[in-house]
């Protein structure tokens, strides 16, 4: 295991549902992202949260709303969601020290929009 | 080059073999490379990763050389094994930036 885990594994969804993806580490990191992994697709990253605070969003429409309580846990909300929506959806975990440094990755959601 | 699905590169060995894997990236300013191994079914695993300050770096079985002359960056792995069989991402960043992945490359390992 890699410390970092995520419910549910797989989720099957309508256009009109909500739902939430939820994410937590267990390595003491201060920094947690979002990524999509589609395919015929690089990992495509959505938000990053560093302390909390969100420092990044990449043009991710709003029907994707993130949330960071505090640095071990993330959550993504999801409603009035698109097919192309469907993906696998990871979250991972670094320890910012303000130089780059590696991620460490759930193994992802796994999201179905019918 | 590098594509996932259905056009996703796919590098086919022998059990026993040493597996060379490429990446090209395009951002001179590019300063720190790593490698990820994701096997079905699961999220990207750290490899190894590397330093524009240095030219090669090896781990357990794992060798990352880096060209920064031409932007290219290559994992060796040596007496491949059945377990290695995954799809192997590179990624690249600069300065604070977030890593920018590549699309991947399958390796197939026959017994």
């Known amino acids: 295991e890699t410390g970092v885990t995520q419910t549910p594994r797989h989720l099957v969804m309508g256009m009109t549902n909500k739902k939430s993806l939820k994410c937590e580490q267990h390595l003491g990191h201060n920094a947690m992202y979002w990524y999509k992994q589609s395919a015929k697709k690089p990992l495509e990253l959505m938000f990053v949260?560093?302390?909390?605070?969100?420092?990044e969003n990449n043009s991710v429409p709003s029907r994707f709303s993130p949330e960071c309580p505090n640095s071990s846990h993330l959550f993504l909300h999801l409603h009035t969601l698109q097919p192309e929506d469907s993906a696998l959806y990871l979250c991972?975990?670094?320890?910012?020290?303000?130089?780059?440094?590696?991620?460490?990755f759930g193994s992802g959601t796994q999201l179905s929009v019918l | 080059g590098e594509s996932v699905g259905l056009h996703l590169p796919t590098l086919s060995v022998q059990e026993g073999d040493n597996s060379i894997i490429n990446c090209a990236y395009s951002n001179s300013a590019s300063d720190y490379f790593i490698w990820y191994k994701q096997e079905s079914g699961k999220g990207p695993q750290f490899i190894i990763d590397?330093?524009?300050?240095?030219d090669k770096r090896q781990g357990q079985r794992v060798t990352v050389l880096l060209n920064k002359t031409v932007k290219h960056l290559s994992l060796q792995i040596a007496a491949t094994q059945p377990g290695d069989s995954a799809v192997y991402f590179c990624?690249?960043?600069?300065?604070?930036?977030?890593?920018?992945f590549g699309k991947g490359t399958m390796l197939l390992v026959s017994p």
């Open positions: 990624a690249e960043a600069s300065g604070y930036s977030t890593l920018t």
């Open positions: 590397i330093r524009s300050n240095m």
């Open positions: 949260y560093n302390f909390k605070e969100q420092t």
């Open positions: 991972a975990s670094s320890l910012r020290t303000g130089d780059n440094e590696k991620l460490f």
